[in-house]
């Protein structure tokens, strides 16, 4: 057997398959499947995960870092939740993350996989649980994504790390003790409407699809586009476009960044698919506050 790697183990599950075959058939039960499992492979992609394996309608994936794993789980419950309903059926999935061991795909799991499938088992329709083991490994701002409670019910009786639920909620702070925290805020202005990338709100995503923060209608911007992380360190842009995002600030010079990331400094403004320096409704302006 190939020696064990420990990493951050993402489980999703699609649930309803057989309620949505009853009443839609066969066909397009599974293209909605389809559809849900698109946006939770990209949700993986995007923030550097790979796929493990697929057993039916179960997605196992791992990440490097547990970070990445919480903002991924993030991202796909908002994502399926923006599909719409199909004769009244809302498509759902059910995560479960962990930290732990994990074998090769053609090998048996391991039991960092074994446990997050546990979680996803045990999840809710709509609702990502994540170890006590992930939430000691989160940077400050990530940490705002979990519970403050562990969760409490008969399914997780017994297991040896305490669990919590998931979800982007203002304000939901984990007891482990933060790290030191930026205190300035990112003022994010796109047309009428103002943003804040900050302490309760670390992450921003911008695109064309409706369930992004910031949804950009110019067709130059890829469906999930950029998005902006509050760190230790300050505030960066990171891509995941296909036609790049262009950053002008203060000194005028005009950045494109393409599957890449870069700081913010700042005041400035972001073109999404298409050069800051166009006169554009959909520019993204930004300053630090």
Request: hydrophobic share 40%; charged share 25%; net charge neutral.
């Amino acid at each position: 057997m190939s020696q064990r790697k420990n990493l951050c183990v993402l489980v999703v599950e699609v649930v309803g398959r057989q309620r949505l075959t009853e009443v839609l058939g066969s066909k397009e039960a599974k293209h909605a499947i389809d559809r849900c499992t698109h946006r939770v492979d990209r949700a993986i992609s995007a923030n550097g995960g790979e796929t493990l394996r697929v057993e039916g309608d179960r997605i196992c994936a791992v990440f490097e870092r547990c970070d990445a794993a919480i903002m991924a789980a993030c991202e796909m419950l908002d994502r399926v939740l923006c599909l719409p309903p199909l004769r009244g059926l809302r498509m759902t999935v059910r995560v479960g993350v962990h930290y732990g061991g994990v074998f090769p795909a053609d090998e048996p799991a391991g039991d960092g996989e074994l446990f997050a499938t546990r979680l996803s088992v045990a999840a809710r329709r709509g609702q990502a649980l994540a170890s006590g083991a992930v939430a000691m490994l989160l940077s400050a701002a990530t940490r705002h994504f979990v519970g403050t409670e562990p969760i409490q019910c008969p399914e997780l009786e017994g297991l040896e790390w305490p669990v919590f639920a998931l979800g982007r909620h203002a304000g939901m702070v984990t007891s482990i003790p933060p790290a030191i925290r930026v205190s300035q805020r990112l003022r994010i202005r796109h047309q009428q409407d103002v943003l804040f990338v900050e302490d309760q709100r670390p992450i921003l995503l911008f695109g064309r699809e409706l369930g992004n923060d910031v949804v950009i209608i110019d067709p130059r911007a890829s469906r999930q586009h950029v998005r902006i992380e509050r760190r230790r360190e300050g505030f960066f842009l990171v891509d995941q476009s296909t036609n790049g995002t262009f950053v002008v600030e203060e000194d005028g010079k005009e950045r494109c960044v393409k599957r890449n990331e870069v700081a913010l400094v700042g005041p400035g403004r972001i073109g999404c698919g298409f050069s800051a320096n166009e006169v554009e409704r959909d520019l993204v302006f930004f300053e630090i506050v």
